[in-house]
């Protein structure tokens, strides 16, 4: 079952990847397949009490936030009131000179929907040796300049938000896969040892982190909050 949720789980995001490649960054026709991929897992171990809402499935939904209206990547539903909400992200290039940014985005996106009583979960999708490019007008990709390796820094403010206390900027539960593609555009789990992580965060990232247990952490959190 788990090697088959995660073999499920790259087929998504190879398509994920082949919609990026056609349609550029800033398309959502990138996300369809991913984001079908989490709403349909997710509401496959609920009763049908539960309902869900994504890109592909009904549509993105938008929360009243605390502070701010939120459209959100994935929705779950019990007897139609929003319980459980899903955030995704899958850095393609350029993470290093972004990391922090997506983190700090991270937070305040998790402050705004909890803050409200609806769980938040996100999912991380890092590349072990990601490209970096030139900037490019518009929606072009520039010359490819260099390939970062995924550091143990990139990593930790992961690793140490998910030790942190329940504070309102923390996610409910966090999930984290790390990826690369052949040459022929097929995605694989990359080999963690390889990229001078401490053996406690490859051991999280194999873990706690895992598409598996996010996946069933996420069934129950939503169980939790009908």
């Known amino acids: 079952m788990a090697n088959n949720l995660k073999d499920n789980f790259l087929n998504a995001l190879k398509a994920t990847y082949k919609a990026y490649n ?3 960054a800033r398309s959502s026709k990138k996300l369809i397949a991913i984001h079908s991929w989490f709403a349909k897992e997710i509401i496959l171990g609920l009763d049908k009490s539960y309902s869900v809402k994504s890109l592909g499935n009904d549509g993105e939904y938008v929360i009243e ?13 019990f007897s139609s009131k929003p319980i459980v909400t899903l955030s995704f992200k899958f850095v393609t290039s350029n993470y290093a000179q972004n990391s922090n940014n997506y983190f700090e985005n991270l937070l305040g996106e998790t402050a705004n929907i909890r803050r409200v009583g609806v769980g938040f ?6 590349r072990g040796y990601a490209p970096y490019y030139d900037k490019a007008g518009g929606n072009k990709r ?10 143990e820094h990139q990593i ?9 206390l329940d504070f309102p900027h923390k996610p409910d539960l966090l999930g984290i896969a790390v990826v690369d593609f052949d040459d ?12 001078g992580l401490k053996e406690d965060t490859i051991k999280m990232l194999q873990n706690e982190f895992s598409v598996e247990t996010f996946i069933e952490k996420v069934r129950a959190l939503c169980q939790l909050k009908k």
């Open 121 to 126: 979960v996100h999912f991380l999708v890092l």
């Open 22 to 24: 056609i349609y550029g």
């Open 156 to 164: 930790k403010k992961y690793v140490e938000l998910f030790k942190d």
């Open 142 to 151: 520039g010359k490819l300049k260099k390939i970062e390796t995924l550091s």
């Open 65 to 77: 936030g605390k502070y701010y209206p939120k459209t959100v990547d994935i929705t779950v539903f």
């Open 184 to 195: 022929n555009a097929e995605p694989y789990f990359t080999d963690l040892t390889k990229l």
